[in-house]
């Protein structure tokens, strides 16, 4: 069964970080380049970054360049997102994918920037 948790978000102040974690089951995660996507509020679900299979490419949304980084660990099928000098326009529910092959979408995880 395929399987997508993520977690890690929360209440975070203006300029504060969060580190989520989004664990995968059900296929094969080595195979798949993997994506963060996030889910403004009374907005469209939008990509916010990726990383390749190989963990070679990474790629972020204009916004996020310089602040967020993801990685991936393919020996715990896990795709991680750090996320530093966090903004009120960072408030989201974010989610993660296989990117170009998505599967069920999973219960993603509240980030919200309150000061």
């Known amino acids: 069964q395929v399987q997508l948790v993520e977690s890690g978000g929360g209440l975070v102040q203006p300029g504060g970080s969060l580190k989520l974690s989004c664990q995968a089951s059900g296929f094969i995660f080595s195979n798949y380049a993997m994506a963060w996507y996030r889910q403004p509020p009374g907005k469209e679900r939008e990509l916010a970054a990726w990383?390749?299979?190989?963990?070679?490419?990474?790629v972020y949304v204009d916004s996020a360049k310089g602040r967020f980084t993801i990685s991936r660990d393919d020996a715990k099928n896990t795709v991680y997102l750090q996320m530093n000098n966090l903004n009120f326009d960072d408030t989201a529910v974010y989610y993660c994918?296989?990117?170009?092959?998505?599967?069920?979408w999973g219960q993603g995880t509240q980030v919200t920037v309150s000061a």
């Open positions: 994918n296989r990117l170009g092959a998505p599967v069920s």
């Open positions: 990383i390749g299979y190989d963990g070679r490419d990474t």
